[in-house]
């Protein structure tokens, strides 16, 4: 059993700053990547970020340079630091998690429930 949690959400005012965590738990042998994700009622899922297990990471154009996604391998948790919002960064964040449960196992991807993020102008 894999669970992954995420948490931070809330209402901000356009350019303020949030802080998202994202923990993932359970029977996990490694993670190999963790990315963050959002979307916004009635639209697709958008990707926004990615951290790689070696720490390499990579953001989506609409918000590079807004936002930092870093991480801590020991505790298995990502963060998602977010500054100079604005109401387009409006949007439920979901965390994904590339995991492996052992070592023959092969990775599979775990997703957290959601926070909410609302950005108001």
């Known amino acids: 059993q894999v669970q992954v949690v995420e948490s931070g959400g809330g209402l901000v005012q356009a350019g303020g700053s949030l802080r998202l965590s994202c923990a993932a738990s359970?029977?996990?042998?490694?993670?190999?990547?963790m990315n963050w994700y959002r979307q916004v009622l009635g639209k697709q899922r958008e990707w926004v970020a990615q951290?790689?297990?070696?720490?390499?990471?990579d953001y989506a154009d609409s918000v590079k340079g807004r936002f930092t996604i870093s991480g801590d391998n020991a505790k298995n948790t990502v963060y998602l630091q977010m500054n100079s919002l604005n109401p387009e960064d409006t949007a439920v964040y979901y965390c994904n998690a590339a995991i492996r449960t052992g070592v023959v196992s092969t990775t599979r991807y775990y997703w957290g429930q959601g926070t909410q993020v609302t950005v108001s102008s």
């Open positions: 951290i790689t297990r070696g720490g390499t990471t």
């Open positions: 359970g029977s996990i042998f490694s993670i190999n990547a």
